[in-house]
């Protein structure tokens, strides 16, 4: 919460995660952000966004995007403009989710991946998913509007043992 009370306004989810090793399947994973209404915050989600899915009103965008972990330090990153947001939505849920090509794959089968979330140069929140190893998809972070229209992050480091598609309809169903 920034010190005048506003709470948050511009933050990135940041990715990282090494390359497959030399002969193995690419390991691609995705950033995914479901954004709920203020009147059903635990409901389906009003939109999800994704690589190859944007949100309507460009508040939450892709700016980097990775199918293979190479690259230097965060290879993908996602932006959510929260002061832009309209205020039919009271709740953002982030996680990031492992493609399932080439086989099974968990956090766990995956070297130096980690994942920061920043709002400028300050760190809200860093994991290495050590907690969800065996995991093949995880929520990150949870975004809640107050009643003053402020936005706040809360922790949700919760594994799921799903594809990416049903992860994108389940993620957000639970109350942390």
């Known amino acids: 919460m920034h010190a005048d009370g506003a709470g948050l306004g511009r933050v990135q989810v940041r990715l990282k995660w090494d390359p497959s090793p030399f002969g193995e399947p690419a390991r691609h994973l995705d950033i995914v952000a479901a954004t709920y209404a203020a009147r059903d915050p635990y409901g389906r989600p009003e939109y999800v966004v994704y690589h190859e899915n944007r949100a309507p009103d460009g508040t939450i965008t892709m700016t980097r995007h990775s199918e293979t972990g190479l690259g230097l330090g965060f290879v993908e990153v996602m932006e959510l403009e929260f002061e832009r947001l309209s205020s039919a939505?009271?709740?953002?849920?982030?996680?990031?989710?492992?493609?399932?090509n080439g086989g099974p794959?968990?956090?766990?089968?995956?070297s130096h991946a980690g994942v920061l979330v920043v709002e400028g140069y300050r760190q809200l929140l860093a994991d290495d998913f050590a907690g969800v190893a065996d995991a093949t998809a995880a929520t990150i972070a949870e975004f809640n509007r107050d009643p003053s229209g402020a936005?706040?992050?809360?922790?949700?480091?919760?594994g799921f043992d799903s594809t990416p598609t049903a992860f994108m309809a389940e993620?957000?169903?639970h109350r942390g």
């Open 151 to 158: 936005w706040h992050l809360k922790e949700l480091i919760r």
């Open 89 to 100: 939505y009271g709740r953002v849920v982030v996680g990031v989710a492992i493609h399932q």
């Open 171 to 173: 993620m957000g169903r």
């Open 105 to 110: 794959r968990t956090f766990g089968d995956l």
